[in-house]
Every structure is written in C-alpha cells, then in structure tokens.
Nanobody
Framework: QVQLVESGGGLVQAGGSLRLSCAAS????????MGWYRQVPPGNQRELVA????????NYADSVKGRFTISRDNAKNTVYLQMNSLKVEDTAVYYC??????????????WGQGTQVTVSS
C-alpha cells in the first residue's frame, strides 16, 4: 500500500507565495515521475501543472512557467511545488501524483488527497 500525503495549501493574497509538499510512503521500491495537477471546480478534469522525473527533468504548464518551480528529494520520496507571484486564477485543489514501483516489476500511479490553494485579490 502506498500513500501520497500533501501539505502546504492555504489562503494567500495575489502576488504572494506558497510551497506545497507531497510525501510518498508505504511499500516503495522506487518513485519514478512525480507531478502536480490542479482541478477547478470539483469534477472538472485535472490539468497538469508541473512534472519532474526521477532524474530531475521538469515540465511546466505554460500558465505557470516562470512562477512555479517543481523539485524533489529522492531520498525522502518527496516532491515540492514552490508557487510565486500567485494569481487569482491559480485558485484550485492541487493534487500530487506519483508513478511508484512497488517492486522491481510493477509500477502504479497514485494520487494524493488534494490540498486547497485559494488566492484572493
């Protein structure tokens, strides 16, 4: 069993910053790609925010390039999202995703429970 637990969401004024964290725990052989997605309103499709490979290669949505930075600590199986210059339109529930090898052969995709980010004007 693998769990991804997010933290760091909250309420911030436009122009402010927040840092999200997501830690994977459980039966883990290796964590491959990790990423952040967001959803607004609830029920809509989740959109990609940023991803990072185990080797550190990153990819960002155009809407967050230059403002958000994704990073990870492989020793802690943790991924971070530093969000700067936040805009009202960044308001969403942010979800962490991880491609986790539970053994040398089997990889599964796991999601965190989501953390609310609200940016006020």
């Amino acid at each position: 069993q693998v769990q991804l637990v997010e933290s760091g969401g909250g309420l911030v004024q436009a122009g402010g910053s927040l840092r999200l964290s997501c830690a994977a725990s459980g039966t883990i052989f290796k964590v491959n790609g990790m990423g952040w997605y967001r959803q607004v309103p609830p029920g809509n499709q989740r959109e990609l925010v940023a991803t990072i490979t185990s080797g550190g290669r990153t990819n960002y949505a155009d809407s967050v390039k230059g403002r958000f930075t994704i990073s990870r600590d492989n020793a802690k199986n943790t991924v971070y999202l530093q969000m700067n210059s936040l805009k009202v339109e960044d308001t969403a529930v942010y979800y962490c995703n991880g491609a986790v090898l539970t053994s040398a052969r089997y990889e599964y995709s796991y999601w965190g429970q989501g953390t609310q980010v609200t940016v006020s004007s």
